[in-house]
Each structure stands twice: as C-alpha cells, then as structure tokens.
C-alpha cells in the first residue's frame, strides 16, 4: 500500500510486514529540515512540486507484534527508529533492506521457539 505523509514524504506497506517511512519537508532531518511544516503544502501547491536532496527513512512494522516495532538503526547518534540526510541512493538500499527482513510473525516465531529451547526455562 501507498500512503502520503501530510505531503511531505509517503510511504510504503510491504509485504513481509514492515512499513518504510520516506520524509522530506519541513522537521524532517532532511534538507529541508529548516522549512515551515507545512511548507511542502504550501509552496508544493503553488511551484506543482516539492523536493530535497536528502531525506529521512524509518520503518516499523505494519500491524505490530506484541508491541511498538521499529526499525532499531543501532547508531550512535541518539536517533535509534529514524536515519535522516540521506541521498536517494541510500534511501533505495534502505527499501531493500527493509524488504529483504523475514516477516514479523516469521521473526516471532523463531525467537519463541529459541526461548523454548533454552535451558534455563
């Protein structure tokens, strides 16, 4: 499924459960971080467009699991759930990364079936 984020970014349902998230207007860690919200309204309304050199990227899961899934960057600049400045090349690996995770219930079910078989349970 396609979704437009207050039309400024979009996203993207897959079907392994996770959704990928692409922002890039104003609050964004973007290029255009430093524009008025709703700028990317505005201003695309009256120029037909809106864009930016670089662009924020998330992902979560879909429909969820047993709680708040987000995609866990694991970086060291604070910012775990969203990765922003980044180039159209790097947004495009990011949509493949995320589209090659196994399915969230797939993923549960290996982790309960681990927690299983630990023998401290």
């Not at 429909?63 to 969203?82: A, K, L, R, T």
């Not at 090349?89 to 399915?103: G, H, Y």
Request: a negative charge; charged letters at 15%.
């Amino acid at each position: 499924m396609f979704t437009v984020g207050q039309n400024k970014g979009w996203m993207l349902a897959l079907n392994n459960g996770w959704t990928v998230s692409v922002q890039f207007g104003g609050g964004n860690y973007c290029d255009r971080r430093d524009a008025a919200h709703d700028a990317s309204y505005t201003n695309g309304r009256q120029s037909g467009t809106w864009d930016s050199g670089t662009a924020e990227v998330a992902a979560w899961a879909t429909h969820g699991v047993g709680g708040d899934h987000w995609y866990n960057f694991g970086s060291n600049d604070g910012y775990v759930s969203v990765r922003g400045y980044q180039t159209v090349e790097q947004v495009l690996d990011f949509i493949n990364e995320i589209r090659a995770l196994p399915t969230l219930a797939d993923r549960k079910l290996e982790t309960q079936q681990w927690l299983n078989a630990q023998p401290w349970r």
